[in-house]
């Protein structure tokens, strides 16, 4: 059975720094790409960033490229998302999802989180 389990989620002022992280389980961490994405209230889920299978390669929305950086760690089948200079419209809960392609789109992704909230406040 496949877990993403999310964590590092908080409350943190407006220009402050949060790391959340994603551990996986009942997969081969190695063989999926990995993804990270966001759901505002009363907006649809968008995606934030991706890494590819062997870390190398990653996208990110241009509304965090600069702020956010994306890595991974395959010894510990592990995903991190380390966020920045964060802003109020960052607010959202957080999902990491595992998918065998490296995409932004959703519905190329087969597993998913349960989420992590992160409040900004100004």
């Known amino acids: 059975q496949v877990q993403l389990v999310e964590s590092g989620g908080g409350l943190v002022q407006a220009g402050g720094s949060l790391r959340l992280s994603c551990a996986a389980s009942?997969?081969?961490?190695?063989?999926?790409?990995m993804g990270w994405f966001r759901q505002a209230p009363g907006k649809e889920r968008e995606f934030v960033s991706a890494?590819?299978?062997?870390?190398?390669?990653?996208v990110s929305a241009d509304s965090v490229k600069g702020r956010f950086t994306i890595s991974r760690d395959n010894a510990k089948n592990t995903v991190y998302l380390q966020m920045n200079s964060l802003k109020p419209e960052d607010t959202a809960v957080y999902y990491c999802?595992?998918?065998?392609?490296?995409?932004?789109?959703?519905?190329?992704?087969?597993?998913w989180g349960q989420g992590t909230q992160v409040t900004v406040s100004s």
């Open positions: 999802a595992a998918g065998r392609s490296f995409a932004r789109a959703m519905e190329l992704y087969n597993y």
């Open positions: 009942g997969l081969t961490f190695s063989s999926y790409a």
């Open positions: 890494i590819r299978w062997s870390g190398g390669i990653t």
